[in-house]
């Protein structure tokens, strides 16, 4: 058994202070400013208010805090200064977006320069201080870092991991059906411990890509829960828990320990739960100002040493729309504005916010988004109506409606100008990148339309519509949440008209996400536009690939069969469950290499298929960040399966 550095064992990864720093960013990653940067060389081992409480007696020794090995932090550009607020604002249900920005941490981590890769050369150990991999791919063993404390103190060990595992999403009263974060292909994992730093997580079967589920937001889990806080709130270990519950005002104990538990998501709602956050909460979402300070027990440091975080808090203010958002941005009041999905940093508001770039002392952050679409567009190929269903199956006829649309003017006209056409395809920076399946069929050439609607439906009545294989006109419906994206009506209107002037009818509908949902889960939709997920994060987005579940908007049956078993929807053509069959093979696969050839086999088939029509790719996004907030990487990935900015060490951040 070989592993990487000639170990025994496949994979064995080690984070010590040596082995255990996180790699440097590659070149395009450096400082938010292009000022000369101050860092505080006299900074010493902690920041100067915790040595005052060190001093008083209210807290041990630094070197008591940290654990044995603690994990090393490579700053983006150099080793930063103790202090600052980090200002910034938030939505009152935006949860996942306080885990994203302060609380990724995972027992292992997407290191910052992430390209959806398969293997584990883009995984890093976190929490965990190393892991090994069993050669037939179904034990992952865990080594946690000795010494390692909560936020009050109280250390962290593998019983933590275990009842995270075992007594809340193994708790069948909590989960009836356990979630995606504890399954391997479908089946539970087994939690095996060893000692109070060592265990580990047991398939069913090989997992190629269980190490990218625990790097993944779902891998929260494993490390959120302390269980020393949250016994007294579980039945299992307090049998008054359900009288705690009520004397609270909740009806069960479930519903309290949802809330005291942060479970899942919803983190932000309790300031008194321990984390292993690099802050811990003073107020929560229920507050008009979220507060965070610094955590005492943070378990990272600098190259020097020094306990991180840098900055001494974290303030949020909860409003309630972007708009209000927008007008602290413009008057200078947020540190940084970076997160997993746009609030208001969007093209049109980009001139806005440049002019007042210079008077309130802040930049731009480039952008790569995970999403390698602003709209694609899923003609529903499994539709109740045979008709319909014929004529949306009908390659020849996708095909000359991707060259009826003239994205270029859709770009000018409703992005900026700032974007580039793309079809529903793996991007530049992605590891599984294909230039003919990126481009195929985006030239706007209405001859060319024509050509492949004629092959389809060459006959036309006398408003010029086509006529189907029925002798009906073509005619159906395209539905769309404008919540979702506000471009989303004006493109809708200019593709209406370009397929109207290739015989095609197409009315444009508009709704809430709720009927959206419900139309396309009934499979009642003609076809509907959705955002081009699946852009750097295939693997963990492939839906646009290959029809996985019932998420796959252009043929929601055939994912319900797939995810059913069989027991539900319709068995899908044989070049789809060909797909199927190698997206299983993908993680049941311990090669690398035979993963990467069965992911390119089963994206050629996507792009031979043409499925899904793409639109454009946005090339101008942008976060913003205050010129004396540092470490902030000049590019930076946007994201949910890379949950922004989380992988790019926020605790490294320093104000100058």
Known sequence: MTGRNGLTRRRLLASGLGLGAV??????????????????????????????LVETGELPPVDQRLPTQPLVVEPVDQAGAYGGIWRSVIGRTEYSYLYAMLGYENLVSWTPAWTGAVGTAEITPNVAESYEISDDGTEF?????????????????????????????????????????VLSRGNPIEFIPIDDLSFTLVTAQPDGLFLHLLAHPLGQVYTKFPRHYLEQFHPTYNPEAAQVAADEGYENWIDYFEKISGLVWFTGQNADIPTLWPWHFVTTLDSRQVKLERNPYYWKVDPDGSQLPYIDEVTYDVLDDAETMLSKALNGEISLEAGPDTRFTSPANKPLLANEREAHDFDFVEVIETRMNIMCIYLNLTHNDSVKREI???????????????????????????????????????????????????EYDVDLANQHLDKAYPEKNDDGIRLGPKGEPISFVVEFVPDMRPEWAEQLEMIRRFWRDVGVDVTVRDMDDVLFAERKDNNEHDACVWHGDGGLDV????????????????????????????AEGEEPPETTRRQLQLLKDISASIDEAEQERLAREMLTIAKEQFHVIGIARETAKYFMAKNDFHNVPRQMIQGWTYPTPGPTRPEQYYIA
């Open 23 to 52: 790699a440097a960013a590659p070149a395009f990653f450096g400082c938010s400013s292009n000022e000369p940067i101050r860092s505080d060389t006299t900074k010493g081992a902690e920041a100067p208010g915790l040595a005052d």
């Open 141 to 181: 063993t865990f080594r946690l870092r000795e010494g390692m404390k909560w936020s009050d103190g109280e250390p962290f060990t593998a019983r933590d991991v275990q009842f995270a595992v075992q007594d809340v999403m193994f708790d069948p009263e909590l989960f009836p059906s356990p979630g995606k974060s």
């Open 392 to 442: 949306f199956n009908n390659l020849d006829f996708r095909i000359g409606l991707s060259h009826a649309i003239n994205r270029q003017d859709v770009i000018d006209a409703t992005m900026q100008r700032q974007g580039e056409p793309y079809q529903a395809a793996p991007l530049r920076e992605s590891a599984f990148y294909d230039e003919e399946f990126a481009t195929q069929y985006l």
């Open 539 to 566: 693997l963990q987005q492939p839906k646009n690939y290959v029809v996985q579940d019932a998420g796959s908007y252009y043929a929601v049956p055939w994912g319900m069969w797939n995810s059913t078993g069989g």
